[in-house]
């Protein structure tokens, strides 16, 4: 089971990674990405998360049932966070959704004040990477393990 859900989650990145690909080529792409749920188990802890961290704004969702929230990510997409009694899976830094900020240092700023640990590309605790094409980055987990990374590649900055 979990190597299936790996599989499927795998697949919908390398997806997603395509319709980049194909959108930076065609400006006109065939699919696009909808949304990504995350499990959580604690649900008012996890809207609380993204909504004050991550600056997420929440949007309506349908199910009205309190197991459901839902984040607007603009054209990229949502976000929607599903209470859960299943905490089985295995979480890794590979396996992560990647938002992009002007300024990393303000966000890393955002994280210590908040007192969120968080790690270089090679697990250095409270460090910040620099890829080869420059662009900086950190990684941390939400509050059920997901990994999250934030970098500085910004639209405005290019």
Known sequence: MKK????????????????KAQKDITEDPEIYLNHIAFFVSDLEKSTSFYK?????KQMPEPFKDGRHTWFTLGAAGQIHLIQS???EIRRNKHDHVCFSVPSIDDFVSRLNANSIS??????????IT???????????????????EVND?????K
């Open 85 to 87: 009694v299943d905490n």
């Open 153 to 157: 590649d910004f639209p405005e900055k």
């Open 52 to 56: 004050d961290i991550l600056k997420l």
């Open 118 to 127: 968080f790690v270089n590309w090679t697990g250095d605790p409270q460090a």
């Open 4 to 19: 299936r859900y790996c599989i499927i989650v795998f697949s919908i990145l390398a997806v997603c990674f395509q319709c």
């Open 130 to 148: 620099t890829r080869v094409d420059g662009i900086r980055q950190v990684f941390f987990q939400d509050p059920d393990g997901h990994w999250i």
